[in-house]
Each structure stands twice: as C-alpha cells, then as structure tokens.
C-alpha cells in the first residue's frame, strides 16, 4: 500500500501553473491551528458582537456591522489564510515572481489574488477530515480524552475561551 501525501493542482486561475498540497494528518493540522488560535478567538468575538447587531438596524448600526464584518476579513486575510498556505503549500511550478522561484512565503507576499485564493481552498481541502473521520471526531473545542483505566473515574474541566 502506498500512502500518498500530496496532490498536484493545475491552476485555474493561472493555466499552465501547478502547485502541490500536502495532506495534513491530524499533527500537523494541530500544529498549524496553534498558530492560529488567537486569531480564531478574535474572528469568535467579533462574530457574536456582529450577531448582536441587527441586520435591519440604524444607520449606525449598519455601519458598526460594516465594521465588524470588514475585522473579520481582515483576520482571515492576514492570519487564517497564509497560515493554510504555509503549512500546505509544498510548491509551484510555471511561475516565478521577480524572477525567482515561487516559495509559499513568496506567493503570500507577492503572489496573484486568484492563484492565492485557489492555493487557500485547495490546502483547506487537502487538510479537513473525510466525512467518516468528521462523524468519529469529538466536537469542535473538546479534546478526545482516553477513558481511565479499570473504569476509574475522571473530572475533566474545560476552560471557556
């Protein structure tokens, strides 16, 4: 059995460009997502103020929604999207930027829109869970925890973010 942990892309955006995606076991997706944590509490917290305005309000509250909604994209931008890139980007053949060889770090900095967002949603799909291993999976924010042995009890306490 050969066990493949990449996949090559052709480009849509670019044609004649390709790029290849690591598949991202459950380490290294945890090991991406430490990056991002702090990140992903920010775009939570500014979600619930964004549910607490109404959609239909005020001009002012319009405008606060506006607000709220362009931080969150900026958060995304900035944190989400190049921590997927970096960890799943392995590289990108047919392209170079100023000359040089593309690098994830360099497609982040100087790549094209469109070719960064195709490389963003094929890492977000090379490293999710396949259906059976999403329905087998705790839910988000709890840690699978090994029962005790010998049928002993354990307390576990989960801090709210």
Do not use: W
């Given at each position: 059995?050969?066990?493949?942990?990449k996949?090559?892309?052709?480009?849509?955006?670019?044609?004649?460009?390709t790029?290849?995606?690591?598949?991202?076991?459950?380490?290294?997706?945890?090991?991406?997502?430490?990056k991002?944590?702090?990140?992903?509490?920010?775009?939570s917290e500014?979600?619930?103020?964004?549910?607490?305005?109404?959609?239909?309000?005020?001009?002012?509250?319009?405008?606060?929604?506006?607000?709220?909604?362009?931080?969150?994209?900026?958060?995304?931008?900035?944190?989400i999207?190049?921590?997927?890139?970096?960890?799943g980007l392995?590289?990108?053949?047919g392209?170079?930027?100023?000359?040089?060889?593309?690098?994830?770090?360099?497609?982040?900095?100087?790549?094209?829109?469109?070719?960064?967002?195709?490389?963003?949603e094929?890492?977000?799909?090379?490293?999710?869970?396949?259906?059976?291993?999403?329905?087998?999976?705790?839910?988000?924010?709890?840690?699978?925890?090994?029962?005790?042995p010998?049928?002993?009890?354990?307390?576990?306490?989960?801090?709210?973010?």
């Amino acid at each position: 059995m050969n066990l493949e942990t990449k996949v090559t892309h052709e480009s849509k955006a670019l044609p004649g460009v390709t790029f290849i995606i690591r598949r991202m076991n459950q380490i290294q997706r945890a090991r991406r997502d430490a990056k991002i944590i702090d990140a992903r509490v920010r775009i939570s917290e500014l979600t619930d103020q964004l549910k607490g305005i109404p959609e239909d309000g005020t001009a002012t509250e319009k405008l606060q929604r506006a607000k709220l909604d362009a931080q969150i994209g900026i958060e995304i931008v900035t944190a989400i999207k190049p921590a997927y890139v970096r960890a799943g980007l392995v590289s990108v053949d047919g392209l170079t930027i100023d000359s040089q060889p593309v690098k994830p770090e360099d497609l982040i900095e100087s790549g094209q829109d469109d070719l960064l967002d195709e490389v963003y949603e094929a890492c977000v799909g090379a490293s999710g869970l396949s259906a059976d291993q999403s329905k087998n999976s705790p839910p988000s924010g709890i840690s699978a925890v090994p029962a005790p042995p010998d049928g002993q009890s354990t307390t576990v306490t989960v801090a709210a973010a």
